[in-house]
């Protein structure tokens, strides 16, 4: 038997049936970098178009780990078992994000390595970005279900190293953002969810009743990330950065976007649950 799959088999189950949902995934995963592309070759991302390009990688390598890390919420709050075949496609897709976004820096370096390797060396923010991005390439490449059974129990430890690399690149995007980090503020405010959401007990995971107080907390802890950000990088009062976010008169903070999402969950949770609960009293009856 051959040890590598079949053409076309990331869209499908181990059975080898036709997945649409890993198809329509796997076809949207690159339009991000296609985008800037495009932009790009437009010309209208201003006089530096490469650094905005790289800025816009790194982004994306962000949102897709937070969208890997809510594979395994979506299951458990959404009853969908099926988003975990989601979730291999997902980190290798922020690995080769960070990938992109390091040989793009590279270029924009004129491809000197040395100049390069001085730069990661000499520069904090990089020197962590190129960690995180050495961390994702070992969690990418034991992703395979070969690494998975020569691992054994090790394998779920060595993934565990996901959450620091999250704070790894969550701490490079705040340096790299300076004095505008909303962006990273919203990050870290939909990083501290999806954290929080695994300290909680088991049971209480699924259920939409622990999932309300769940997007305050959150919402709390990002606004406080901002609030200290701002006061170590700048100097600017915490208490008034965090009163910027009752202000909505400039669109809502990254902490309200945050209790709105977090909110968002909580209510789908509970529609969820009542057609679950829905089902289960009709089945009785069908049956007779």
């Not at 100049?115 to 990661?120: F, P, Q, Y």
């Not at 950065?241 to 789908?268: E, I, K, T």
Request: aromatic share 10%.
């Amino acid at each position: 038997m051959s040890r590598f799959p079949a053409a076309g088999a990331i869209w499908r189950d181990p059975a080898g049936r036709f997945l649409p949902v890993k198809a329509v995934v796997l076809a949207l995963l690159p339009l991000p970098a296609l985008w800037l592309a495009a932009q790009w070759a437009q010309g209208v991302l201003g006089p530096r178009p490469i650094t905005e390009v790289l800025h816009g990688l790194g982004e994306w390598t962000v949102r897709l780990m937070l969208l890997t890390l809510a594979v395994t919420p979506a299951r458990a709050v959404f009853d969908w078992p099926g988003v975990v075949r989601l979730r291999r496609m997902l980190g290798v897709a922020t690995a080769l994000y960070a990938g992109a976004h390091l040989v793009l820096y590279a270029c924009d370096q004129g491809w000197s390595v040395p100049k390069v390797a001085s730069e990661i060396v000499l520069r904090f923010y990089l020197a962590i970005g190129f960690v995180a991005l050495l961390g994702l390439a070992v969690l990418a490449v034991t992703s395979t279900n070969a690494w998975q059974r020569r691992l054994g129990r090790n394998w779920k430890r060595l993934h565990l190293a996901v959450f620091p690399l999250l704070a790894l690149m969550l701490w490079h995007y705040f340096l790299q953002a300076k004095a505008d980090v909303d962006s990273a503020a919203l990050a870290a405010g939909l990083a501290c969810w999806l954290v929080l959401w695994r300290l909680m007990p088991r049971r209480w995971r699924g259920r939409g009743g622990a999932l309300w107080p769940l997007a305050l907390v959150a919402a709390l802890a990002g606004a406080g990330i901002e609030a200290g950000w701002y006061a170590l990088a700048t100097g600017a009062r915490a208490d008034l950065v965090l009163a910027a976010n009752l202000d909505l008169s400039f669109g809502p903070r990254p902490a309200v976007v945050v209790l709105l999402a977090g909110l968002a969950v909580a209510g789908s949770a509970e529609v969820v649950r009542r057609g679950l609960r829905r089902k289960e009293k009709k089945r009785p009856d069908s049956i007779s």
